[in-house]
């Protein structure tokens, strides 16, 4: 069974910086896509950063310029550094990792970590 397990969340101030990390137990491959995604009060879950397994990636023009996702296969784990933070950057934040090829198909999510920016 895969777990993935979200950290770093909190509370900061705009313009500080916060870094989430997903861990994931089990059995997964670094083949796969890794993604954040965030959902804030009263609207839909929406894609934040994507990482495919050749280092890939794509951003939401919300967040261009200011958060950076990486992986470490080593450690089976997916980062997004979030800088220059914003009050509408406040939401749920969620890891997802999945793969669909001919051989293997998964797509897991974690149980999410808070993320609020206020003064």
């Known amino acids: 069974q895969v777990q993935l397990v979200e950290s770093g969340g909190g509370l900061v101030q705009p313009g500080g910086s916060l870094r989430l990390s997903c861990a994931a137990s089990g059995s997964i491959l670094s083949i796969d896509v890794m993604g954040w995604y965030r959902q804030a009060p009263g609207k839909q879950r929406e894609l934040v950063a994507v990482?495919?397994?050749?280092?890939?990636?794509t951003y939401a023009a919300s967040v261009k310029g200011r958060f950076t996702i990486s992986r470490d296969n080593a450690k089976n784990t997916v980062y997004l550094q979030m800088d220059s933070l914003k009050p509408e950057d406040t939401a749920v934040y969620y890891c997802r990792r999945w793969l669909s090829n001919s051989a293997v198909k998964y797509d897991y999510w974690g149980q999410g970590t808070q993320v609020t920016v206020s003064s």
């Open positions: 990482m495919n397994s050749g280092g890939r990636t």
